[in-house]
């Protein structure tokens, strides 16, 4: 069902890989919604997804750039108000990545170049391109920005590892920006702490799925699904929130606020049985 929630705004989505993606759910529902926009992600992410598909889908230009370099920025952002005919009202930072994750370096043995890399494609990129937009005069009044975060960055998880850390930076960067932005220009900065999610990044994490079954176990209202965070984002991006800025909200089923439910204790209890 369409709300019609983003008739005649404009938007850039970073980060839509294929269709397990929040970003990808997000340009499908923004498009329903009404929203005209572009996607970019890098060029080694257009030969390997599916981008082309969902540019087709939503009749939305894909500009190719890497989210850590400011001239690559400049260019997506100057290009799309080229194609939208002016400033963006909102824009999406679903972008993150750790080698050491990948490689899994445990926390006390991290390679630092791999540490550099993961705080850099995961946070700094963020606080890049809302400078960029920023020196551009390129969102609108009352504008909206969102970055997608995670509860690691308040609580340990295992095997998160240096994500974390670019979590905690991601968040951070949305406070201290979003009351320069708000103060001067109105533009409203978020983050979204999201449930553990299936997609094609999330994967690859060894133990994703134990993490995914601990989660769905804990939250009373069980995980969300990319599908929903992309309802929430609308929301976010939407006339609806124009107060709300410098947030990090939590989108998780309620996972945040449990210490132990009863589907988390009865499999607890069965494990010790075991024993």
């Known amino acids: 069902m369409s709300y019609n929630l983003l008739k005649g705004k404009k938007g850039i989505i970073f980060g839509a890989l294929d269709e397990q ?66 400033k963006v009202d909102f824009i999406l930072h679903s972008i993150g990545m750790s080698l050491n994750v990948r490689k899994s370096r445990e926390y006390d043995d991290l390679d630092y170049d791999f540490y550099r890399k993961t705080i850099d494609i995961s946070a700094m990129s963020f606080h890049k391109m809302i400078q960029v937009a920023k020196k551009l005069d390129a969102i609108s009044e009352w504008g909206s920005i969102v970055a997608l975060s995670y509860i690691a960055a308040q609580r340990t998880l295992y095997r998160y590892n240096d994500m974390a850390d670019a979590k905690a930076m991601l968040e951070s960067i949305a406070r201290s920006f979003g009351y320069i932005y708000g103060r001067e220009k109105n533009v409203r900065i978020n983050t979204i702490s999201q449930s553990p999610t299936r997609t094609t990044a999330g994967s690859g994490v060894k133990g994703i799925d134990a993490l995914i079954d601990f989660t769905e176990r804990m939250s009373p209202l069980g995980n969300a699904t990319a599908r929903e965070c992309a309802d929430f984002c609308i929301v976010l991006f939407s006339d609806l929130s124009r107060k709300v800025t410098m947030q990090n909200i939590f989108h998780d089923g309620g996972f945040s606020s449990m210490g132990m439910s009863l589907k988390a204790m009865t499999q607890y209890k069965k494990s010790l049985e075991d024993e």
């Not at 992600?41 to 257009?46: E, F, Y």
């Open 21 to 86: 993606s929040i970003a990808w759910n997000v340009a499908v529902k923004a498009f329903e919604e009404g929203a005209v926009f572009t996607l970019s992600n890098t060029p080694l992410a257009l030969r390997f997804g599916n981008l082309r598909d969902l540019s087709a889908q939503c009749n939305a230009e894909i500009i190719p750039a890497d989210a850590t370099s400011v001239s690559d920025l400049e260019q997506v952002i100057s290009r799309s108000m080229e194609v939208l005919g002016g």
